[in-house]
């Protein structure tokens, strides 16, 4: 398994900006589809956006497409959720996981997931 570390959540104002790194180690990192998947208090954890080895295929949730933006930079073993025009109904805490498959947007899919990094949009 490879092993994921998220970061760049935060407080941000709804219209805001923000975005998530995931560093992987431990395999290979352009052998693995990613994924992020959020999980919102009370809720069940749910697809946001997933990429291919390569980057050059990304697929995303109907109530992101638009919003968000997924990308890789397999030189540097990490993936990216570029999250703009912030909603309140985005708050959840957001995890990155990796993939054999793509596109893969259920849970069960994926072999190896991050801790999570907490993502707050203020009204």
């Known amino acids: 398994q490879v092993q994921l570390v998220e970061s760049g959540g935060g407080l941000v104002q709804a219209g805001g900006s923000l975005r998530l790194s995931c560093a992987a180690s431990g395999r290979t990192f352009s052998n693995y589809a990613m994924g992020w998947f959020r999980q919102a208090p009370g809720k069940e954890r749910d697809f946001v956006a997933a990429?291919?080895?390569?980057?050059?295929?990304?697929y995303y949730a109907d109530s992101v497409n638009g919003r968000f933006a997924i990308s890789r930079d397999n030189a540097k073993n990490t993936v990216y959720l570029q999250m703009n025009s912030l909603k309140p109904e985005d708050t959840a805490v957001y995890y990155c996981?990796?993939?054999?498959?793509?596109?893969?947007?259920?849970?069960?899919?994926?072999?190896?997931w991050g801790q999570g990094t907490q993502v707050t949009v203020s009204s």
């Open positions: 996981a990796a993939a054999a498959r793509f596109p893969a947007t259920t849970g069960w899919s994926y072999d190896s």
């Open positions: 990429i291919s080895w390569s980057g050059g295929s990304t």
